[in-house]
């Protein structure tokens, strides 16, 4: 069984999921508290903890920070996230995207759909931590950029590059076909995993700040109607 960790200071939200997750395998633990939740994940000798389920808001710490925290921390950043809110709102979900997290989903919402996205979310990071047998090599080197899929790192002009998870991802996915355009759609099924219009002006803003932080490299370029593609180009 796989372990999910709730931070959310609803404590009456708790009981009933832990015994819906347990009905599909998952075993339920919980904190109403922000920095307890931090302090749980981090404890040495404890169950392995496989994904978090952030609340937005909270006292003290509000779930956007958390998710900040725990991509900044070297032991936690790969750790799944999936955000809930209850406002449903759109800018909500995309600063979550830019922070790094693996999904949301509105208050209120049925068990079955939480499930189901946890158990989406499983899929892909089993997949990513899997490479397909016909990858040749988990390293990329282009003039000026560097990925190294194995140590989960990118180097700019041999200077270590700090992205988001999603920024990462978004580089290697485009950085695997370069000159092949991916549509918008394409790059959410890959990161995401949902299909949703409401995801679609995520993607350009976090193209943008991959845009940002690869300067003065130009190597993403917008294929009008299509999408977009990676180019080896000159800084």
């Given amino acids: 069984m796989q372990t999910v960790l709730l931070i959310d200071d609803d404590e009456q939200l708790a009981e009933p999921l832990r ?3 347990a009905r599909y395998d998952l075993t339920l633990i919980n ?8 302090q749980r994940l981090k404890q040495v000798g404890a169950a392995p903890i496989s994904l978090v389920i952030l609340d937005v808001m909270m006292p003290d710490l509000d779930g956007f920070e958390v998710c900040r925290i725990i ?3 070297e032991q936690l950043k790969q750790l799944p996230v999936l955000i809930l809110t209850a406002r449903g709102e759109v800018m909500d979900r995309v600063i979550g995207l830019e922070l790094g997290a693996d999904d949301y989903l509105a208050k209120p919402f ?5 499930v189901a996205r946890i158990h989406n979310i499983f899929r892909r990071t089993q997949t990513q931590a899997v ?4 990858e040749v090599s988990s390293h990329k080197t282009f003039q000026h950029l560097s990925i190294d899929e ?8 041999q200077s270590p590059l700090e992205l988001t998870q999603s920024e990462y991802r978004l580089l290697c996915l485009l950085a695997s076909q370069p000159d092949t355009a991916f549509s918008r759609d394409d790059i959410l099924n890959e990161l995401r995993g949902i299909d949703a219009e409401l995801f679609t002006r995520s993607v350009d803003i976090l193209v943008s700040r991959l845009r ?6 130009r190597c993403i370029q917008t294929v009008w109607g299509s999408g977009y593609r990676f180019v080896e180009a000159e800084a």
């Fill in 19 to 21: 015994e819906y997750f």
């Fill in 31 to 38: 904190e109403t508290h922000p920095e307890r939740g931090l």
């Fill in 71 to 73: 991509r900044r921390d």
């Fill in 110 to 114: 049925e068990p079955r759909e939480l």
């Fill in 131 to 134: 490479p397909p047998i016909t």
């Fill in 150 to 157: 194995a140590r989960h790192s990118v180097t700019l002009d």
């Fill in 212 to 217: 940002q932080k690869l300067k003065p490299l």
